[in-house]
Structure formats: structure tokens, C-alpha cells
């Protein structure tokens, strides 16, 4: 069974410095791997996507890796501004016939001014 | 329109009563899935429709709950007889075979609150 984990729960950091959060999860067998975004009483934003047979997405500030032997994916956010305050989900797409999402907790960040 | 849609957006119910949430996908997509995401707790798939073929439901937390795709686009998720448990937000996603990698878009939810 499919299991993810993201470290840590919640992070604070002043504004302007970079970050990383962390996603693991237990089965390598993935299809693809989403990061998403949720503002409080929010919908998910998608911020990046990887295919299974990819390492690495890069949009602007945001960078998210992917190790599938190791079950491992990072999302790297360059010089942290208050806006990028906000949950941060990863979520593991399964192979197979419904590309079913299985998803962290999150990873709550506030970027203070 | 250009994104998915859903409504209500709020929900409110009395513990007992059924409850419908609407979902209307992004135009052509073929496959349609359902989130709930409860207080605390991660989210979790519900059900996933995919054109014509028998919906896998294996997510659905008990017989109260079902759901159905009429045409190939709007979906509606029923919950029957509802307890306070079921409060949560519930998530519709749709996405498209091949494009963007099965990437899923998501509505803003619906959140329900059984009192």
C-alpha cells in the first residue's frame, strides 16, 4: 500500500531565504508525482508535475526533484517571499489504470515579512 | 468554462439528511475523480470515473455514499443518510489521457458541515 510522508509539518522562515520541503513515499511504482499548493479555505493550485521517468520540474522560483528508487521527492523554493505562505502538498500518482492520487499531509509554510 | 467547477461551495446539513455535490469538469476531459479532504487528516480518493468504463469505486467509505457521471461530463456525489463524520471537503478533479501527463485539475471544493 502507497504511502506518503512529507517532513516537516509545518516550517517558518523569515523572508528571502530559500527552502526545502521534504515527500517521501513507500512504493517506487509511480506514475507521476504532483506538487500542489492550498490557501487556507482555498482549492489546490498544481505547481509542478513529474513523470515517473523524470528527476526534476523547474517553474520560476520552484524546483521539485524526483528519486523513485529511493522514494524520494523534494520541492526547492528559492528566495522565500510572504506570498509562497501556504500548505504544501505532494501527491503520488499510482500506475495503473486510474492514475489515482495519494497524498501527504502537507507542509505548512509561513514566510514572514 | 475554463476550469473545474462546483457547487455549492458550502454546505450545511442536519445529521440524516442526504446531500448531492455537483461537479462539472473541464470540457473534454475524460476522467473525473472525487477527493474528500476531512479536518486533520490528508486527503483521500474517493471514486474515479473514466469515459464509458465502470467507475473504480473502491475509495467510497461505506453504502451511503455513491456517485455517477451522466454523459461523460457533470458528476454528482450523493451522500445518503448523513453523519457528522462525513463533514469535510470534497474535491473533484478531472484530467485528460496524455495531455500534460494525466495531470489532475482541481475545483475549490465543496465543504460540508453535518451538525
Known amino acids: 500500500k502507497q504511502e506518503v510522508t512529507q517532513i516537516p509539518a509545518a516550517l517558518s522562515v523569515p523572508e528571502g531565504e530559500n527552502l526545502v520541503l521534504n515527500c517521501s513515499f513507500t512504493?517506487?511504482?509511480?506514475?507521476?508525482l504532483q506538487w500542489f499548493r492550498q490557501d487556507p479555505g482555498k482549492g489546490l493550485t498544481s505547481l509542478l508535475l513529474?513523470?515517473?521517468s523524470q528527476r526534476e520540474q523547474t517553474s520560476g522560483r520552484l524546483n521539485a526533484s524526483l528519486d523513485k528508487s529511493s522514494g524520494r521527492s523534494t520541492l526547492y523554493i528559492a528566495a522565500s517571499q510572504p506570498g509562497d505562505s501556504a500548505t504544501y502538498l505532494c501527491?503520488?500518482?499510482?500506475?495503473?489504470?486510474?492514475?489515482?492520487?495519494?497524498w501527504g499531509l502537507g507542509t505548512s509554510l509561513a514566510v514572514n515579512p | 468554462g475554463a476550469g473545474v467547477s462546483q457547487s455549492p461551495s458550502n454546505k450545511v446539513t442536519e445529521k440524516g439528511k442526504d446531500v448531492e455535490l455537483r461537479c462539472d469538469p473541464i470540457?473534454?476531459?475524460?476522467?473525473l475523480y472525487w477527493y474528500r479532504q476531512s479536518l486533520g487528516q490528508g486527503l483521500e480518493f474517493l471514486i474515479y470515473?473514466?469515459?464509458?468504463?465502470?467507475?473504480?469505486k473502491s475509495g467510497l467509505p461505506s453504502d451511503r455514499f455513491s456517485a455517477e457521471r451522466t454523459g461523460g461530463s457533470v458528476s454528482t456525489l450523493t451522500i445518503q443518510r448523513t453523519q457528522q463524520e462525513d463533514s469535510a471537503v470534497y474535491l473533484c478533479?478531472?484530467?485528460?489521457?496524455?495531455?500534460?501527463?494525466?495531470?489532475?485539475?482541481f475545483g475549490p471544493g465543496t465543504r460540508l458541515t453535518v451538525l
Open positions: 478533479a478531472s484530467s485528460l489521457a496524455g495531455v500534460r501527463h494525466n495531470e489532475q485539475f
Open positions: 470540457s473534454g476531459h475524460t476522467a
Open positions: 470515473f473514466q469515459g464509458n468504463s465502470a467507475p473504480d
Open positions: 512504493d517506487s511504482a509511480i506514475y507521476n
Open positions: 513529474i513523470q515517473s
Open positions: 501527491a503520488v500518482g499510482l500506475a495503473g489504470n486510474n492514475r489515482k492520487l495519494i
